[in-house]
Nanobody
């Protein structure tokens, strides 16, 4: 199983970036997906999550209204559209996969629930 995150880069404050996470070795439709990030000298934090069918999306407080998670199961890919980027969004961004759950048991923001992790892509926002 491999999760390949891409799309990171350097952008000015107020700009946008779109991240992709391409999965191989698994059928993404069987997995709930999440994006996490880790800034230097900080704990890894939850950014956004989406259920296997896209019906439930959940965001960390710091990115609500600015970031959008989506998925294309036919392409085995999950996306993170990031708008109005700020210097505090600078981090390595990781995508992760967990076996899909029934709706009542969905929990997207707990790092320990995720089984597979990508290698990360660097996002740097300059002021």
């Amino acid at each position: 199983v491999q999760l390949q995150a891409s799309g990171g880069g350097l952008v000015q404050a107020g700009g946008s970036l779109s991240l992709s996470c391409a999965a191989s070795g698994l059928f993404l439709s069987n997995y709930d997906m999440g994006w996490f990030r880790q800034a230097p000298r900080k704990e890894r934090e939850f950014v956004a999550g989406i259920t296997w069918n896209g019906n439930i999306r959940y965001y960390g407080d710091s990115v609500k209204g600015r970031f959008t998670i989506s998925r294309a199961n036919a392409k085995n890919t999950v996306y993170l559209q990031m708008n109005s980027l700020q210097p505090e969004d600078t981090a390595v961004y990781y995508c992760a996969a967990q076996r899909r759950r029934i709706t009542s048991n969905v929990r997207l923001n707990h790092m320990e629930d995720y089984e597979y992790w990508g290698q990360g892509t660097q996002v740097t926002v300059s002021s």
